[in-house]
């Protein structure tokens, strides 16, 4: 992993267009080859990123750019779509690399884990005419809990909690944002599933599309336990 922090400008073409003007940043170049712009402040989430497969370019700036006090340019192109994310570098204030090795990767409780293995298996709980795809459905910025395919062939990511709260609708927002970015994927739609699920996470998911899913682990598990499975 290669940590850069650099004053840049980063502008990103594709699907969407967008601006991040001058301003110190964290660059963050991963070991599979994800590109991911922070910042200090505003939010926890990359400001902006690039998921692999992409390379990553390195260019001498054009005499326009370099007469404003570019440095270099980074062009980052995505093998797939042919998006780019582009970084002008002003100046560099830090520059490192570092091998982390091998993650194990998270390892939720036994109640959530539990849960997303359940639902695995019985994703009709979610929808009778839908399939899994895949357990742990690996992104950028973290793994999606299931990612699953429904009867039109759209694509279904579904982020499981035992207890559904902001923070949970928020990691699934950024996901779908991300996987809304893969022509391959899009369009892709979010069901946040959990136990329970505080008011203001369901407002939240409902405001952003999201659908709500209540959870009866003991039905799951087989034991009856009189609680409806579906809200």
């Not at 940590?3 to 967008?18: E, F, H, K, M, Q």
């Not at 194990?104 to 639902?119: C, S």
């Not at 298996?121 to 399939?131: A, R, Y």
Request: net charge negative.
């Amino acid at each position: 992993m290669r940590l850069v922090i650099a004053r840049c400008s980063v502008d990103y073409s594709g699907r969407l267009n967008a601006h991040l003007p001058l301003a110190t940043r964290l660059i963050i170049l991963k070991a599979d080859g994800s590109v991911l712009i922070h910042s200090d402040s505003l939010s926890y989430k990359p400001l902006n990123w690039m998921s692999p497969p992409c390379s990553v370019a390195i260019e001498v700036p054009e005499e326009d750019a370099a007469s404003v006090g570019v440095e270099e340019q980074w062009r980052v192109t995505h093998a797939k779509t042919g998006d780019t994310l582009l970084v002008r570098i002003y100046e560099v204030i830090h520059d490192s690399a570092h091998d982390l090795g091998v993650d194990p990767g998270l390892q939720k409780d036994g109640v959530e884990a539990d849960l997303q293995r359940l639902l695995s298996e019985q994703v009709n709980v979610i929808d009778e005419h839908v399939t899994l795809v895949r357990r742990e459905y690996m992104t950028a910025i973290g793994p999606v809990d299931l990612l699953l395919r429904d009867a039109t062939g759209g694509t279904v990511a579904v982020e499981v909690k035992r207890r559904g709260d902001i923070d949970g609708v928020e990691q699934l927002s950024r996901y779908l944002e991300l996987l809304n970015r893969d022509p391959h994927l899009a369009p892709v739609r979010g069901v946040f599933a959990a136990q329970q699920i505080k008011p203001q996470a369901r407002v939240l998911a409902t405001d952003r599309g999201i659908r709500c899913v209540v959870l009866d682990y003991e039905d799951m598990k087989g034991v009856e336990s009189g609680r409806p499975t579906l809200f």
